[in-house]
DNA sequence: CATTATACTGTATATATATTCAGTAAAATT
DNA sequence: AATTTTACTGAATATATATACAGTATAATG
């Protein structure tokens, strides 16, 4: 359902803008004339995808009739999210004795959704700009595809790496730093298990 | 203010409900459907009235191009705090057409508070974890110390580093990366203004 | 007391705007 | 290999919309 492209992310973002620059929608011609376009119909036909993949909606016949969709974010919608520290071997990650404190953040926050914070241990990260005690926002899935940063347990240990894998029976997790070694993982002999991906960072100084 | 009349009040309702719930302002005939008048003039001559008292503004010739000015809404009071893309030179930061969009967020999100969001421009603090594209809370301030991340503008130019005095006269911006030299401020010579200081870092994968 | 602001109806119109139709072309999907 | 989706240009048009103009009437203001 939700696979916006590139272009179509573009016209997105240009009519949030427009709407938080002037309090207004654009028109097709604005549209236009901000990305470029040199005809209405262009506008016209990126509206319309993103109304069948409902991203707005358009008031038939209105000028200016577009309104951006916000999913859950009925304006304004929050929730609190575990921040989750050391996570004890064995246990699972959103077990009660992990969760160090909650943030109240709004769900919409991140591009994508997430479940919880993770608080990052170590420098092996530090190259993608991932420093200790930096939270990382956490999507739960294991639909990662290679160049991910990817929240990966290993023996009971978890471990935040870019994710990488060769071939059908190895995944090789590499670190964002050199003193690091990339671990490899042969899925045959060794058990690997991915809790999520990261689609954000906060860092609080 | 001006004093706004009882009828004025019932204008500026209408077109407040009216875009709480379409996401767009009203034409000058949906507000005469809304509040029973039989003529468009009745509707604007209205609009301008509030106009003229500073309640609304109203873009010429723009179809719906009303937008209400609410004080209390101006930028910092709320939980909608303004992303600052490329700063034009020698215009202030917070200048509308440097605001790219604004973000939602609770007041306490960081542990001070702060004013906007910074987007970062190339990779001079990349070992401080700061990587092309970051979002930076900055809080404006002056008040800032050694090893404090700041926003400085140097010749109308907008830059991110840590800050170092020296002495009375000199200030030096010391980037994290290698590849990038440390900036020395004489503050008999040179104008060195600073923005304000980071307060913490959000990134959107 | 003249003037201005408020509060309307009613008509008219230039233009702003959505929207359709006719094409071209490359990429993705089936 | 055929079809659909994406991504555009360019022109045409019905209509949605702002806005001016012509009135009427009451209240406020200087």
Known sequence: MKVITSQQQRVLDCIQIYINKTGFPPTRANICKELGFKSPNSAETHLRAL???????????????ISIINDENSY??????????????????LAEENI??????????????????????GLSMKDAGIMEDDLIAVKKTTD???????????????????????????????PANEDFETIKVNLERDELSIEGKSIGLLRRN
Chains 1, 2 share one sequence.
């Open 51 to 65: 109304e069948k993949k409902g991203f707005i909606a358009i008031e038939s016949g209105a000028s200016r009739g």
């Open 76 to 93: 304004g919608s929050k929730d609190n999210y575990p921040v989750i520290g050391l996570v004890a071997a064995g246990s699972p990650t």
């Open 100 to 121: 160090e404190r909650t943030i109240n953040c709004p769900k919409s926050f991140f591009e994508s959704k997430f479940d919880y914070f993770l608080k990052v241990k």
């Open 144 to 174: 990662v595809r290679n160049g991910d940063i990817v929240i990966a347990r290993i023996d009971d240990e978890v471990t935040v790496k870019f994710f990488n894998k060769k071939s059908a029976k190895l995944v090789e997790l590499e």
